[in-house]
C-alpha cells in the first residue's frame, strides 16, 4: 500500500519544549516538503528537499529544523524558538528533476497544539 | 509571498448546481495545479495544466488557464454533497524552463454543497 505517512495525528506540546513530527513516504520519490496551515489559509513552505542529505529553507523556516537521512524519511523539529507553533503540520512529496511537472502527494497531517 | 489569490472566499451552492472557482497569480509559471482539501485532512491532487494549455477537462472538472491574465478558474460541474472541500490552486513558478519543484499555494476556496 503506497502512500505518505505521518505521524502523530495530534500532538500537544508544552512552551518551551522541542517536538518532532514524522513523515515517511514509500512512493520512492526524491523530493519532500513540509508545510504549515493555520485556521482558514493556504499552505506556507516550511523547507523542502530535492535529494539525500540535502535541504532549503522554505518561506518560514525560521523556528524549524529538518534532516533527511534517507530518501523515505523528512522529520520535522519545531523547536522552542517557534513562536507560534500551534498549526496544522502537512508533509508531501513528488518526483523532481529538470522538466518534470511536480505533482505532490500528501500525507495526512499532524495537528500540533502548544499548551 | 502568496503567489496565487483565490475568489471567492466560499461558494454555497445546491447539488446538481455547477460551482466555478478562480485563482490569480503573478509570475510566470510552469503550470498550475488544483488541489482539493477535505476537513481536517491531507492535499489531494485533482488536475495539472501547463502554460501552453488553454484547457483541461477531467470528468466533472474543466479547468481554463489564461496566462495574459495570469487567471485560471476551475468549473465542477453537477455538484455533489461530496464535493463539500476546500479547493486551493498551487503554481510552479517558471524558473528559466526549469521545474524546481515549489509549489505556491492560494489561499482556498471553501465550497459547501448543499443536498
Known amino acids: 500500500d503506497g502512500g505518505i505517512t505521518q505521524s502523530p495525528k495530534y500532538l500537544f506540546r508544552k512552551e518551551g519544549q522541542n517536538v518532532t513530527l514524522s513523515c515517511e513516504q514509500n512512493?520512492?520519490?526524491?523530493?519532500m516538503y513540509w508545510y504549515r496551515q493555520d485556521p482558514g489559509q493556504g499552505l506556507r513552505l516550511i523547507y523542502y528537499?530535492?535529494?539525500?542529505?540535502d535541504f532549503q529553507k522554505g518561506d518560514i523556516a525560521e523556528g524549524y529544523s529538518v534532516s533527511r537521512e534517507k530518501k523515505e524519511s523528512f522529520p520535522l523539529t519545531v523547536t522552542s524558538a517557534q513562536k507560534n507553533p500551534t498549526a496544522f503540520y502537512l508533509c508531501?512529496?513528488?518526483?523532481w528533476g529538470a522538466g518534470v511537472e511536480d505533482t505532490q502527494y500528501f500525507g495526512p497531517g499532524t495537528r500540533l497544539t502548544v499548551l | 509571498s502568496q503567489q496565487g489569490e483565490e475568489d471567492p472566499q466560499a461558494l454555497s451552492i445546491q447539488e446538481g448546481e455547477n460551482a466555478t472557482m478562480n485563482c490569480s497569480y503573478k509570475?510566470?509559471?510552469?503550470?498550475l495545479q488544483w488541489y482539493r482539501q477535505n476537513s481536517g485532512r491531507g492535499l489531494v491532487h485533482l488536475i495539472l495544466?501547463?502554460?501552453?494549455?488553454r484547457e483541461k477537462h477531467s470528468g466533472r472538472l474543466r479547468v481554463t488557464l489564461d496566462t495574459s491574465k495570469k487567471s485560471s478558474s476551475l468549473l465542477i460541474t453537477a455538484s455533489r454533497a461530496a464535493d463539500t472541500a476546500s479547493y486551493f490552486c498551487?503554481?510552479?513558478?517558471?524558473?528559466?524552463?526549469?521545474?524546481?519543484?515549489?509549489?505556491?499555494f492560494g489561499q482556498g476556496t471553501i465550497l459547501t454543497v448543499h443536498p
Open positions: 508531501a512529496s513528488s518526483i
Open positions: 498551487a503554481t510552479d513558478a517558471d524558473a528559466g524552463g526549469t521545474s524546481y519543484g515549489k509549489l505556491t
Open positions: 509570475t510566470s509559471i510552469n503550470n
Open positions: 512512493l520512492n520519490h526524491d523530493a
Open positions: 528537499s530535492q535529494i539525500v542529505n
Open positions: 495544466i501547463r502554460s501552453n494549455e
